[in-house]
């Protein structure tokens, strides 16, 4: 079964918000669902886009020492101004699932851990996600050959895309301004997923 065929994705509707009308489409690869949100798709040259991973904790519930919440209300600003598109992903813990996240966050706290070696303590790599499904929502959307601007701070993503043939040309930071708490959060990104983040 090929990319084509496992993806369902729905007709899109109308969604009005604070940075713009968008475009949005339900889809699910395999077990995975989420919602495409884009705008001005047909504007000439490369089109920006974000793949997204849920957290409710930094987006609905304002964790303190979360970036997620951030990074997604700049990417649909950007989107909102340029056109682009984001793939919102029902990931929670980078692909691991809520419960993990949590017992994961029950051994930091408990232990002085950082993310990845909770993470690797519960029998996890890092960052479990493969975007597969990323790969398949963009395919259908974009086609295989429409340029993509990336935004996103994680080269893994960037590397991902291309070795599943989208024309990924190049990336964009996502920056937000951290406070104290997200800057130490950060700091592991940079140090252990090799994120590429400028926190001076």
Avoid: W
């Avoid at 079964?1 to 007709?11: G, H």
């Avoid at 997620?68 to 692909?95: D, N, P, T």
């Avoid at 024309?167 to 592991?188: A, C, F, H, K, Q």
């Amino acid at each position: 079964m090929n990319d084509q065929e496992e993806l369902v994705l729905d007709e899109p509707i109308e969604l009005r918000t604070d940075c713009g009308p968008f475009q949005a489409r339900y889809f699910r690869y395999g077990i995975e669902v989420g919602v495409a949100l884009y705008r001005q798709l047909d504007a000439p040259g490369p089109v920006i886009v974000r793949i997204h991973s849920s957290c409710v904790f930094g987006e609905s519930f304002g964790a303190a020492d979360c970036d997620c919440g951030s990074q997604l209300k700049a990417a649909l600003r950007l989107v909102g101004e340029e056109g682009g598109l984001v793939a919102y992903f029902y990931q929670e813990g980078r692909g691991a699932g809520l419960q993990t996240k949590m017992r994961a966050i029950g051994l930091q706290q408990e232990e002085n851990l950082d993310t990845a070696a909770a993470y690797v303590r519960l029998g996890l790599i890092p960052d479990p996600r493969d975007f597969n499904s990323a790969a398949a929502v963009l395919g259908r959307i974009l086609g295989n050959d429409r340029e993509i601007v990336l935004l996103t701070n994680n080269p893994k993503k960037l590397h991902s895309l291309r070795q599943r043939q989208l024309n990924v040309v190049g990336s964009r930071p996502l920056v937000i301004i951290p406070t104290d708490e997200v800057r130490l959060y950060l700091r592991e990104k940079v140090r252990v997923l090799d994120h590429q983040i400028d926190l001076d």
